[in-house]
């Protein structure tokens, strides 16, 4: 690995990037596939053109799997698996593993858990054991008040709601709760955010898109007891055993987008942040840069008085920030005006998912706090020169 690419040698001309998936790449990691793209290490071929059997795509493998292993602390009793089929296609395979012949319960806290139990619904009786729909989602029902079923076979959540911005800070403890069965939690779009307490988690997966690489990756972290109780009607290639078994290599594994996990991995490896004389690396590093930056979006939002964040401050998402405009006469024209405004800054893909609506501002590991500097800078003007714009924006 050539570690001068890992660091910033050249100082970045890119806009800041807001998406919420596929989202921004650290720009380390783009630069150096560019310069890999023709020839891999003098191989002489791309890493899309390589067998996944070979030597070369071996060696990128394991390393890639050592390095998220090192980055998450996975225990040795986990089992990593690179699938495919994305957190919705997990909706699926978690049930289709893991629910054998019984119930499994939902904790329902956005648009994602929603989808998940209904899902499971198809291969297993889902039970939803506790949901905040009626309050919008801006809240996390607590854990005291979850109905849980007598024997479930595995309790799921989602630890981020990507579409809500409403984080899990601490997972729930089951076996404490009285419920001692396996933990499954969605952590598609804050994998690598922030540590993983395992002792409390059965099974995590998540897309890579968010905040891993490319679409196309799907990371199932799992604990070996887990494996072997499939459902019979489950498709080989997404049965977690037979996936364990063959090393994530049953069917073609989606190579480019390991590969290029791979170089974000080493790029995690390589971040630092010094705190109080200690140098954090890694997840470690990163949890702190992205709570500082979570912090400076919404200590600024909350001061405003032109836009407000509904989600209880106890819950608030670090990844994704959704937000609104209170000005009721900021929508149309004016809406997209302001998005354009974003823009001109360098400031992309700010728009709200269609089901919630307003602003959403997405600051995974990859962008920088100068992004949400500048995202807050771009977010003070406009309100300061509000007036002025309403009357260019009729
Ligand atoms: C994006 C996302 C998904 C869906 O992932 P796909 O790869 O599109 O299937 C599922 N869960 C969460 C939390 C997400 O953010």
């Not at 560019?34 to 795509?57: I, N, P, Q, T, Y």
């Not at 989602?137 to 008040?145: I, N, V, W």
């Not at 007598?150 to 409403?166: A, D, K, Q």
Request: proline share 5%; glycine share 8%; net charge neutral.
């Amino acid at each position: 690995m050539q570690d001068t690419l890992m660091t910033p040698a050249v100082e970045s001309t890119r806009p800041f990037n807001f998406s919420a998936g596929p989202a921004a790449m650290p720009e380390a990691v783009l630069r150096q596939a560019a310069s890999e793209m023709l020839d891999w290490h003098g191989s002489g071929m791309s890493v899309m053109e390589m067998s996944h059997r070979g030597k070369e795509f071996i060696s990128i493998y394991e390393q890639a799997e050592a390095d998220l292993r090192e980055l998450l602390a996975v225990p040795a009793n986990f089992k990593i698996l690179f699938m495919q089929g994305g957190g919705l296609g997990e909706n699926a395979i978690v049930p289709l593993n893991l629910s054998r012949g019984a119930s499994a319960d939902f904790v329902v806290t956005g648009s994602w858990s929603e989808k998940s139990a209904k899902e499971a619904g198809k291969y297993c009786k889902s039970a939803i054991i506790a949901s905040n729909a009626a309050q919008s989602y801006t809240r996390l029902p607590d854990a005291s008040t979850w109905q849980l079923s007598t024997t479930p076979s595995y309790v799921h959540l989602c630890s981020n709601e990507t579409i809500h911005g409403v984080e899990f800070h601490t997972l729930p403890d089951l076996k404490a709760l009285g419920c001692d069965v396996p933990l499954v939690i969605d952590f598609s779009s804050h994998v690598a955010s922030r540590t993983v307490d395992w002792s409390k988690v059965g099974l995590a997966f998540g897309g890579a898109q968010k905040n891993l690489g490319p679409a196309g990756l799907t990371l199932v972290v799992v604990r070996e007891d887990l494996l072997g109780h499939a459902l019979a009607i489950c498709p080989s290639a997404f049965n977690y055993k037979t996936v364990a078994d063959n090393g994530s290599m049953y069917n073609t594994p989606p190579t480019y987008a390991i590969y290029m996990a791979g170089l974000t991995f080493q790029w995690l490896k390589a971040q630092t942040e010094t705190v109080a004389g200690t140098v954090l690396t890694g997840v470690a590093a990163m949890e702190h840069r992205n709570i500082a930056k979570a912090k400076l979006l919404y200590d600024f939002i909350d001061q405003s008085s032109l836009y407000v964040n509904h989600v209880a401050p106890d819950c608030r998402s670090r990844m994704n920030v959704p937000f609104f405009i209170r000005d009721a006469g900021l929508t149309g024209p004016r809406y997209d005006a302001f998005l354009t405004g974003a823009k001109a800054r360098g400031l992309l893909q700010l728009k709200g998912h269609k089901s919630v609506g307003g602003l959403r501002a997405s600051i995974y590991n990859a962008m920088p706090v100068a992004g949400v500097q500048a995202l807050v800078d771009y977010l003070r003007d406009f309100e300061r020169t509000l007036s002025s714009f309403c009357k260019s924006v009729p």
